[in-house]
T-cell receptor, first 111, second 114 residues
């Protein structure tokens, strides 16, 4: 069964460093998403991406964040200068209509 | 702004019991509602999707209902098993943006004791 895959599964980074989280969505899906979940808190929407551009973003998704689909298969989330409060599980998801499918997540720990 | 709440926050039951998890949302203008399962440190697995025009969906031992006008959904688990132990998340897709994003509840942490 097709699935959304994410790398790395876990990353530890120094505060102020740039981080890129990678995702391979399900191949025939058109909509791509990033969500995050801070430990013990709700899953929060960050951004949605359709037709090679951002279709919606939340207040969390400020100038420190960016997304791109560089090669038609990968979908990346970049955090330019990480802060301690960026520590969370980041979920990529893809969808083609009614529902979306989530990856296993990437744990980001900022120290 | 859509808010989703879930009751109870945690639930512990003996194996074999039937149980109900509750989800409430503040704005009835939704595209659909979805129940997910999350195991510790893992991703989100979709369990059931209910469109706004539907009243319920069933999959195996799971049954989800939707009462859009009252802003409620329930997830019924029949004959619970220890393998059902996980956090169950309810999420709604607001109607006003063609359902571009989900709004999640905080989840119900379920423990099924052998």
């Amino acid at each position: 069964e097709p699935e959304v895959t994410q790398t790395p599964s876990h990353q530890v980074t120094q505060m102020g460093q740039e981080v890129i989280l990678r995702c391979v969505p399900i191949s025939n899906h058109l909509y791509f998403y990033w969500y995050r979940q801070i430990l013990g808190q709700k899953v929060e929407f960050l951004v949605s991406f359709y037709n090679n551009e951002i279709s919606e973003k939340s207040e969390i998704f400020d100038d420190q964040f960016s997304v791109e689909r560089p090669d038609g298969s990968n979908f990346t989330l970049k955090i330019r200068s990480t802060k301690l409060e960026d520590s969370a599980m980041y979920f990529c998801a893809s969808g083609h209509g009614n529902t979306i499918y989530f990856g296993e997540g990437s744990w980001l720990t900022v120290v | 702004k859509q808010e989703v709440t879930q009751i109870p926050a945690a639930l512990s039951v003996p194996e074999g019991e039937n149980l109900v998890l509750n989800c409430s949302f503040t704005d009835s203008a939704i595209y659909n509602l979805q129940w997910f399962r999350q195991d510790p440190g893992k991703g989100l697995t979709s369990l059931l999707l209910i469109q706004s025009s539907q009243r319920e969906q069933t999959s195996g031992r799971l049954n989800a209902s939707l009462d859009k006008s009252s802003g409620r959904s329930t997830l019924y688990i029949a004959a619970s098993q220890p393998g059902d132990s996980a956090t169950y998340l309810c999420a709604v897709r607001p109607y006003d943006n063609y359902g571009q994003n989900f709004v999640f509840g905080p989840g119900t942490r379920l423990s099924v004791l052998p």
